[in-house]
């Protein structure tokens, strides 16, 4: 099995093991683990069935690590993303209106769109033609919205993110536990302790338990949960509508500008990008995460993509495709304890939330502050993505900004073609649609 193992993966030559796979495979879980609490509460306030949605986290999770692992190679765990999650349930279900199933059907479309980009050039020009600190001020952007989502949850802040006067009780019992348990895993991040926020969410989830405050689960082990409920629910025709292109343009483009990102980070700490830092193999790996998209949205669960905790893996000297499949194979495990995922309480998964809102809004650092044409249009789309309650709005916002800025600047060369496109298609839809 050993040497079978060693072929496929082709351990040997990339100077690692058995042995070493697999515990980089069983710390990456215990990194992101944290996602098959959080995800399900988060979608069941768009009127999702929350047992289901467990289940469909699970086996997203596991399809996409499993094809990463067998198909590209690489040590890259895949899950439901935090901030699109939000975006689907907060925005699209509850302040927009749309059915959760034409919601699955946006997130279908925009996964077979990366699919189609993922095999053609398109993909690169697309990923060239938005400029750096656009796609910094988006993953800032989400962060913030994460944040409010998170501090909603603990009843710290109001449904109105603008009123200022909605912050205040921080002295009521929910609103201690979110705070004090985003201060713990802050610290125990901090320490590279493995698991820290599933273990922060575990223990706010027992204390209320034997505090009376929230109902314990009734077993800890039990059948696996239906999936009917979800399962194949989705609305394609419903998303096709006019209406709703730029919400899976929105889709498309966070997740592409993710995936891209999160493939970069990872592979670059475990060296294994060529010598122009490019990804070797990279249409492979986006098609496992385009792939791991469409999938989720069939059996009922938000977008699907890579993830920057894949890294905790790697350094324990995770390289090749079979630590994925390592993780993968513990989130079907995972399916068994039903019971403890769907008994733990909103305000127990809030301090996760917050804490991956604040830890994607460092991406602000990276902004080129100096150059104002670059900067300012930047603060316009981290700011316009919350306050509006829209990704899609907040692009949109930050790139027609962005382009008007550079044109008066006198710098519209320095302007890719494909970004003034995307900017007037834009005008149009606040315009028109």
Not at 167 to 192: E, I, R
Not at 342 to 352: G, L, Q
Request: charged fraction near 10%.
């Amino acid at each position: 099995m050993r040497e079978t193992l060693d072929r496929f993966f082709d351990l040997k030559n990339r100077g690692t093991n058995v042995k070493t796979e697999l515990l980089a495979g069983a710390t990456t879980f215990l990194t992101l683990v944290y996602i098959v609490f959080v995800n399900p509460t988060i979608l069941a306030d768009a009127g999702m069935n929350h047992n289901a949605v467990f289940v469909a986290t699970c086996l997203a999770a596991a399809f996409g690590c499993f094809v990463m692992g067998l198909y590209a190679n690489y040590p890259i765990a895949l899950a439901p993303g935090m901030g699109l999650n939000a975006y689907f349930a907060a925005t699209l279900v509850i302040s927009m209106g749309i059915s959760w199933q034409v919601a699955l059907g946006a997130v279908f479309c925009s996964g077979v769109l990366f699919l189609i980009l993922s095999v053609l050039p398109i993909r690169e020009m697309i990923i060239n033609s938005i400029p750096k600190s656009q796609k910094m001020a988006i993953a800032a952007g989400i962060g913030v919205f994460l944040i409010l989502v998170a501090l909603r949850s603990a009843n710290v802040m109001g449904d109105n993110p603008l009123d200022i006067s909605a912050l205040g009780n921080f002295v009521q019992w929910t609103a201690v536990l979110v705070l004090l348990g985003f201060v713990v895993m802050v610290v125990l991040d901090s320490k590279k302790i493995p698991g820290a926020l599933a273990l922060v969410i575990l223990a706010i989830a027992i204390f209320c338990w034997i505090a009376g405050w929230s109902p314990p689960p009734d077993a800890i082990v039990s059948g696996v949960p239906s999936l009917s409920p979800t399962l194949m629910q989705l609305d394609i025709g419903g998303a096709l509508s006019l209406g709703l292109v730029a919400i899976v343009f929105a889709l498309l483009l966070v997740d592409l500008f993710d995936t891209s990102g999160t493939l970069v980070a990872v592979l670059h700490q475990a060296n294994m990008l060529d010598d122009q830092g490019r990804i070797k193999n990279l249409r492979h790996a986006l098609l496992a995460d385009s792939s791991a998209t469409i999938f989720g949205s069939l059996v009922g669960t938000s977008t699907t993509t890579s993830y920057i905790e894949s890294a905790a893996g790697i350094r324990v000297g995770g390289r090749t495709g079979l630590t994925a499949v390592t993780v993968g194979a513990l989130f079907i495990l995972t399916m068994l304890f039903a019971p403890i995922a769907t008994s733990i309480p909103s305000y127990a998964t809030a301090p996760a939330i917050l804490f991956v809102g604040c830890a994607m809004a460092k991406s602000l650092g990276e902004i080129e502050w100096g150059d104002l044409t670059e900067s300012m249009p930047a603060v316009i789309t981290t700011f316009a993505i919350p306050f509006s309650g829209s990704i899609a709005t907040g692009i949109g916002i930050g790139f027609i900004t962005y382009v008007l800025t550079k044109t008066i600047a006198g710098q519209i060369r320095s302007v890719h073609p494909a970004m003034g496109v995307i900017a007037a298609v834009f005008v149009v839809k606040f315009v028109f649609l």
